[in-house]
């Protein structure tokens, strides 16, 4: 037993439906929650559950086939054999979890054949492994035992059957054989007491069911490599058949495909020169090949964290894997490797799963092509995936990270929104300053309005223009479009240009304390011709009424005399004020020529009437100055001057 109940996987969710059915187990696709350990390719955490019993047979008296299965596939690791996870044992049912995978004879007719030759090229480098490193010999080497990942790479499954090959007789062959793939079987097994190279003839047999379909010239050295197969790897003596590690040497698996798949895979094994030349031509190279399959095969190898590591992939390939196709650079000749479409499929899941690694050089590259493939993701996947992982990059020490960071958020902020990316709640603290035309309701840029070569008077303006005394009078009405407020000044004092202002505060009030007017904009100001425009019509509305002339009486025309009237009184104050200071009351004139005799003082014989003595000292030689105006009076040069200036004039 591999386990128990209690070493289930925590938030493990198993689908009701079987995605294949064995003779010896059921396999299920199945999601894992709240969990970052297991990387799918759509990064949601899928992965593939077993479900097995237990089976009647000499080889599984110690434990069932599935639990074989999974104690080689924890014993035996490598990157081309099914990655286990965990298993467990719950009732008289045995789980095994590994990393998401489909059976190949479900996704076949889906592959092409580049992409079975790579698989193929897996399975091969798998059964070496087995062979020389391990001692095993898998014995079941057909459709059945090769699973396909989230994307696209095969990997060897179906351990049930594997032994040592000490352990490989004859009658180890025949009890297995009741379950073994019958095409599979050699006729000759039988023949012979030790036989080690039962996986050459089922591996010569796999290449022929995998390209049934395909013509032989659609593949580099397919025809040829059919052709050894039936001739070396089925020879009837198992000891003319070469070993697994010599068929990797032939031609089929060394074209230039291949070449490109094979060093990516052991770029760990290249010197400095081989990378440099190698990633300075491999752009032109992949362009010879189909989209779909480059992408399918290579796009994981191509954003791996050693070549996103290495100084000449990060500048001649990583740029165009990281931009759509149809999104090209002005400052770039060269357009990206794959369309959109292929990138949306292919490429865009592994950039999420990048986003989750911890490491600043490869996010510090994610983040200087972010504004390539953003417009890529769903708001979802922005949302719950992008995001969160840039708020944490905001936290670092680095500097540089952080920076570069909120360059990205801020291209989040028109797709999201900023209520979104930085939360909290938000307050408007800024408004729009620009002038506003009421004729058009449009908003109109200060750059639109002096670029055009038009007089003054027909520009847009704030306020709306007086209407000339021509007009006016073929119309026969007494109409205006300025409106002063109510109660102008006692005195007249504000002027004209502040009562339209204050008038049309009032007015945009109501509608928004946010929309101010342009405080810069004098389009609205009167001019000295519209004052003496006012006073034309002033006149001319005297005029009328002097006349007895017939004006049609309408509410608007009552509003209009009204106004007029208001404008004239305001003008004449304004004429009048020669300087601010005569505002102050204790500056005011009082002319009494101007009383009115109607003006009736009801006070004035309360006044009280206080006389008082004049005293004056007048030299003999002043006797026969005329006495009757004070103003006349000169006072003696050895009095005081200030005596008697107390007394009011007015008494």
């Known amino acids: 037993m591999m386990g128990n109940e209690s070493s289930q996987l925590r938030g493990l969710e198993i689908e009701e439906n079987a995605v294949e059915l064995t003779d010896f187990w059921s396999q299920y696709q199945a999601t894992i929650k709240d969990s970052c350990r297991y990387f799918s390719l759509k990064g949601d955490g899928s992965v593939s559950v077993f479900k097995g019993q237990a089976a009647l047979g000499p080889l599984w008296a110690v434990s069932t086939p599935l639990e074989k299965f999974s104690n080689n596939l924890l014993k035996y690791r490598h990157p081309c054999i099914v990655h286990y996870i965990s298993a467990w044992q719950q009732r008289s049912i045995f789980h095994l979890a590994t990393e998401f995978v489909q059976p190949l004879s479900q996704v076949l007719t889906a592959q092409t054949p580049l992409q079975k030759c790579i698989g193929l090229n897996n399975i091969l480098r798998a059964l ?47 009890h297995a054989r009741i379950h073994r793939y019958d095409k599979a079987i050699d006729p000759n097994e039988d023949s012979f007491e030790t036989n080690t190279t039962i996986d050459q003839y089922g591996f010569a047999i796999l290449v022929e069911d995998v390209y049934k379909n395909n013509k032989e010239d659609e593949v580099p050295h397919l025809r040829e490599f059919k052709k050894y197969c039936q001739e070396l790897l089925q020879h009837r003596d198992p000891t003319h058949r070469p070993s697994l590690s010599i068929v990797l040497q032939h031609n089929f698996f060394n074209h230039e495909f291949i070449t490109i798949y094979k060093f990516l895979n052991f770029l760990p094994l290249k010197n400095e020169e081989e990378k440099c030349q ?84 490869i996010r510090l590259l994610l983040l200087s092509h972010f504004s390539k493939f953003v417009h890529v993701f769903s708001h979802e ?11 944490l990059g905001i936290k670092d020490i680095d500097d540089n990270l952080v920076s570069a960071t909120l360059i990205c958020l801020s291209e989040l902020v028109p797709i999201l929104g900023a209520s979104t990316v930085i939360g909290g709640q938000r307050s408007k603290f800024f408004t729009d300053g620009r002038p506003k035309s009421k004729a058009t309701g449009d908003k109109l840029y200060e750059k639109d309005i002096f670029s055009t070569k038009k007089p003054l008077r027909d520009l847009p303006c704030s306020e709306t223009a007086f209407n000339n005394g021509n007009e006016m009078q073929e119309s026969g009405y007494i109409e205006t479009s300025l409106t002063l407020i109510e109660r102008p000044s006692p005195v007249g004092g504000e002027s004209i240009d502040d009562e339209i202002t204050i008038m049309e505060s009032a007015m945009n009030k109501g509608n928004s304390e946010e929309d101010w007017s342009d405080w810069d904009n004098t389009n609205h100001k009167l001019t000295l011709a519209e004052s003496e425009d006012i006073n034309v019509k002033v006149n001319l509305v005297d005029n009328q009424l002097h006349h007895n002339e017939v004006i049609p009486i309408t509410l608007s025309n009552v509003s209009s005399l009204r106004t007029t009237h208001l404008q004239k009184a305001a003008l004449e104050a304004k004429k009048n004020i020669v300087d601010i200071s005569e505002l102050d009351i204790k500056n005011q004139k009082v002319d009494s020529r101007k009383k009115s005799n109607e003006d009736f003082d009801f006070f004035a014989d309360m ?27 000169v006072p003696d040069n050895h009095e005081d001057e200030n005596e008697g200036w107390g007394d009011s004039w007015e008494d």
């Open 128 to 174: 070496v492994f087995l062979h020389e490193q391990a001692g095993m010999s898998h014995n079941n080497v057909s459709m059945s035992a090769i699973y396909v990942t989230g994307d696209g790479q095969w990997k060897l499954g179906g351990l049930q059957y594997l032994c040592p090959f000490t352990d490989l007789t004859s009658a180890y062959l025949k």
């Open 278 to 361: 190698f990633f300075s031509n491999i752009l032109e190279n992949l362009k010879c090949y189909d989209e779909e399959t480059v992408a399918k095969q290579l796009s994981g190898l191509l954003l791996s964290r050693l070549t996103m590591l290495d100084q000449t992939a990060r500048k001649d390939v990583i740029p165009y894997i990281l931009k759509p196709k149809n999104e090209r650079s002005q400052n770039c000749d060269q357009p990206g490797l794959f369309n959109l479409g292929v990138f949306k499929e292919h490429v865009k899941p592994r950039l999420i799963q990048l986003f989750g690694v911890r490491d600043s050089q």
């Open 381 to 391: 996947e922005l949302s719950q995936h992008i995001l969160p992982e840039l708020l």
């Open 607 to 633: 006044k009280p009437v206080i006389e008082k003595p004049n005293i004056v000292n007048v030299s003999q030689n002043n006797l026969i100055q005329d006495f009757s105006s004070k103003l006349n009076f």
